[in-house]
């Protein structure tokens, strides 16, 4: 860690003006932000504390009425902002050029809500989103990011073995308590030359197809190491190219950097290079161990045990590698025309493809082990049980009508709060809707048989404890009693006597 930081000086030595320039300016993104801050009245403040901890959310509310006005703004503008070829819409004009085979982006109106929906449905602002997000594409992936999404193969095999390593951005696979998806920048391994930028652009660009991480915003962790801070002036610049052309809002971000002044520079070279709405929205969890920093993020309702990092620092590459299995399974079914990406925001893909990558909140999962016990909806799920529990068998021994009963109830408050019974595919690599009511039946009946063993067992156990210290208090009366009983005949004798 030394050695790199002299190493980073020595660099910033050999280019003192450029660098100490840079330096400064970035030393200014703390008062910049602060300065933000206090421009805002009270109520938008609290608003954004409010989304940032996943209480409540900004997002607009969405009606058919009002969905079909913001695309009609949303094409008056784009219309207005390509009348003429310019270097920011050139990529625009070249899927124009070839027709119908780059319709993804054309005529694609869920491609074109998405723009607006990380912008508040600001017809204005998700144009520009829209032409910055297709020419950043462009650049780096050529015409087929125009004329489909972009897939794993798309990568060379270099950019797969950085994904699969895990060491550089991931998607969790679970859900914060709003139901955002969460994506974790690690910073890439520490024989990184170069800002991984067609890799971070394709885990970006898929998780926009999130709906619910479309309305609500995601959540951006930095978890940056010693590799990305002293590459900290290509992180600053590939975010500037990247941070505006991104298709998705960033509800909340947390800055989880270790103390120092090369991670000071690097957090200030994020908050230099992002968006005011966004700098607005970050979190420094600095001056923490890694176990407080988890504590501080499970305070925003992140579950931190699906954070991809250990205490001792290894790196979890399980999920990861499931979630890119899963994406390959997808990409090939897309060219085989069997099947599709299962995000609802492709609706003419859906027919094939019914896999889940990424469970809500309000979901229950059945899976074999105790992975899926920490989950929200499974929480909900037992908290369920026990009034049903106590309300169908405290009237008497449980009748297999009751049983029943008792499990319809369940199983209609999960449907009418938006949840779904979910299992794990075969494969292991996503979530399948269990739709047969008969398998629902089941599944639900051997949840509650076994909330009952468990609930007996505890109550047996807490019997058994209370048996054990109550047939102490009599022994030990007696042994009491037997001693006093020896001292009058003189049995026992003092230090100080002895027996005649």
Known sequence: MAMQVEDTCNTINQHEENDATIIRKLGAAE????????QLNHYDRQRIQEEIHGVCSMAVEETPEVVVAALEQFDLHLAAATAAQTLENTAYFVAQSHGLSCHYVLTNRDFHLKFLRADFFHAARSVKRFLKNIAILYKYFGLVALQRPLQFSDLDKEEQLELKSGHLIQILPSRDRAGRLILVMLGGPATMTKVPVRSTLYIVNTASQDVAS???????????????????????????????????????IHMCLPPGPLFNVLRAAVFFSVMATDRIRAIVHSELSSI???????????????????NSGKVKTKPNLRLLKALQFIDSCSADGAGSVNFPCQQQQQQHFDGILFPNVNDVLFSRGGSAKRHFGNIEFQGLLEPAYIKYNTMGSPTYQRVQLACSEVLDVILSSGGRLLTLHRDGAWWVEIVDPMERESRIKAAWYDHIRRTNAQRQHTSSDTMQFVDLTPSSS?????????ETRGGCCSPNQTKD
């Open 31 to 38: 008062r910049i932000r602060i300065q933000e801050m206090s």
């Open 214 to 252: 479309q309305r609500l915003g995601a959540v951006l962790i930095w978890a940056g190491n010693v590799s990305m801070a002293v590459k900290f002036r290509h992180v600053h610049e590939s975010l500037q190219e990247m941070w505006p052309a991104d298709p998705i809002r960033y509800s909340a």
């Open 292 to 310: 407080e920093c988890m504590y501080s993020l499970m305070s925003f309702g992140i579950p931190a045990d699906q954070l991809p990092v250990t």
């Open 478 to 486: 007696s042994s009491a009693a037997a001693c006093t009983t020896s």
